[in-house]
């Protein structure tokens, strides 16, 4: 079965034609990108060049030289208005869904997976166009963009993903990077219409605060688990600084057993919170410390903290992969 890293983000500056978009307003915001890209391994003069070319290839390298065999590479949907109306000034960047169903089309390593706001106007007809392309997965963050999947009239949207066995994931828990629209829509149980529609969930960041002070979900997803069988948390961010705290949560073998694998790519990976907190043994922190390849340290602290094989490989097993 396939090693797969659940949870990589695309971002590109529109070059080629590609629909892509970005947008840095604050110094905070320029601070941040520079330093995801470095991160990566990318000089951060490529926001400047075709982006969208360096950031792929780099991701390549570094998928296949990683232990991984592939990863889902997320669309991004702007924010919408309850009634349905686009709001691109409150969205900080756009991944296309053809970005990624192309990218998927061209290389086996790369999973893609579509992002739709279920109150677009054409929201149905997209859904159905990435399905005959061959979408498994779609992503969304609801407190980002607006989102109350709890909605009735979003249910032949989650009934129609159901069928066509595409998976959510789903952001959950508070969010650092992005500014947020709605706080309240943080909570999994937003979760509850689309997996009572029969759409397997996966809660990203398994629900945990982002920040110090942030409300956590993960109890809250912890108990949800008992109740749906068709939801999974994932283990996205949880080496970085600020949400190593849900770590010791999902650890529990009878958790894992709900837990999926995946890095938040570019989003930085820390050891030293996860270390100090005594959940990675020293000599695997000063082993990978310094790997340049981000996805294949965060593949090592994970395995070193205790995720078993089965975390890694339980996407191919939900998707039907061998
Ligand atoms: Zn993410």
Redesign the pocket.
């Known amino acids: 079965m396939k090693k797969i890293d659940c949870?990589v983000?695309f971002v590109g500056g529109g070059t080629a034609q590609s629909g892509t978009w970005f947008k840095l307003k604050t110094w905070w915001d320029r601070l941040q990108a520079r330093m995801m890209l470095k991160g990566c391994g990318i000089e951060p003069s490529a926001m400047h060049d075709d982006l969208d070319r360096i950031y792929t290839e780099q991701l390549l390298k570094l998928i296949k030289d990683s232990s991984l065999d592939a990863l889902v590479l997320l669309a991004q949907d702007i924010a919408h208005a309850d009634d349905g109306t686009p709001l691109p000034d409150k969205s900080k960047f756009y991944v296309p869904n053809d970005v990624v169903l192309e990218l998927g089309r061209r290389h086996e390593e790369i999973i893609p997976a579509i992002s739709i706001h279920p109150g677009r106007a054409d929201a149905m007809d997209e859904l159905e166009r990435c399905i005959e392309s061959g979408a498994r997965v779609l992503k969304l963050l609801p407190n980002v963009i607006n989102i109350d999947c709890n909605d009735k009239k979003y249910a032949p949207f989650w009934t129609r993903m159901a069928e066509g066995k595409v998976i959510f994931l789903s952001?959950t828990g508070g969010e650092m990077t992005l500014p947020v629209m709605n706080k309240a829509y943080a909570d999994p149980r937003i979760l509850t219409l689309p997996l009572e529609c029969g759409v397997t969930c996966i809660a990203?960041h398994s629900a945990g605060g982002s920040y110090p002070g942030d409300k956590d979900y993960t109890d809250d997803l912890l108990k949800m688990f008992k109740e749906f069988p068709n939801l999974y948390g994932d283990n996205?961010?949880l080496c970085s600084l600020n949400r190593n705290k849900t770590i010791g949560k999902i650890l529990d073998p009878e958790v894992q057993e709900r837990i999926l694998h995946g890095s938040?790519y570019p989003v930085p990976v820390s050891g030293l919170g996860v270390w100090i907190k005594g959940f990675l043994p020293w000599k695997d922190w000063r082993k990978w410390k310094g790997c340049q390849n981000i996805l294949e340290q965060d593949y090592q602290f994970k395995k070193a903290m205790g995720f078993n094989e089965a975390t890694f490989t339980r996407l191919s097993q939900l998707l039907d992969l061998n």
């Open positions: 949870h983000h952001h990203a996205s961010a938040d």
